[in-house]
């Protein structure tokens, strides 16, 4: 998928782009070494600190609004199947034909809603927005009218108002929580998060490496990481 291939395009970006800042930065830090000795280095595990503490902070906030958005569109999930069925058994309280012809209605309307997540789909990335098939959609929401208009047609019938009294209710909660769905797929963070994450990250990339110039000798991992040979 495009969205798929373009988070691995960024995700590779910006561990070379890494890699590269790192060692940029080792070597603009044994030059400056070279030329001012180690006493200019005085205020640099402050500025470390800190730059690495708000990085920190801004990637924890990111996280963890992301955890509670995950969890809104379970919760999403879990009101929609409760609300379809509920929706069931008030249907059947038309009775006869008509609750049957209603109850397979709303299966219909059910299995398409299953059908629309279960499609693969991409994600807009101008618009934001999850990119769910249009014919999935517009069938979905043709079976919504068809299975409002049946019951609203059911109500004029003496017989059938204390039915109508629970069942439309009932209904119209189920394609409430639907909307919201909707709504809660296009709720991200602000453009502006992504940039400074990727930002802050390339900058503290830059930054260790400078600071790895203060050691004499370095481990595998970190001469790895700064592309130097053992």
Known sequence: MIFMSFAVAIAAVFFVGSLILLRLGQY???RYR?????????????????????????????????????????????QEATAATTAYDRLALFGGDDGSRLQSSLKEYVHARVD?????????????????????EKKGLELKNQLWDAAVASCPQPNYRPACALSLPALNSLFEVARQRAGAAEKHPPQIIYF??????????????????????????????????P
Do not use: P
């Not at 205020?43 to 955890?67: K, N, S, Y």
């Not at 400074?196 to 930054?207: A, D, N, P, Q």
């Open 116 to 136: 629309l997540y279960r499609m693969a789909h991409d994600f807009l990335l101008l618009q934001r927005a999850e990119d769910f098939s249009d014919q999935q």
């Open 34 to 78: 070279k030329r001012n000795g180690t006493e200019g280095t005085g205020g640099l595990a402050t500025v470390e600190a800190a730059i690495f503490g708000l990085m920190g902070l801004l990637l924890a906030f990111t996280i963890a609004g992301a955890l509670q958005r995950f969890d809104d569109r379970r919760q999403l999930v879990i």
């Open 196 to 229: 400074m994450l990727f930002g802050f990250g390339l900058g503290c990339s830059l930054l260790a490496g400078f600071g790895m110039a203060a050691s004499a000798g370095h481990s595998w991992i970190h001469t790895w990481c700064s592309l130097q040979e």
């Open 28 to 30: 603009l830090g044994l």
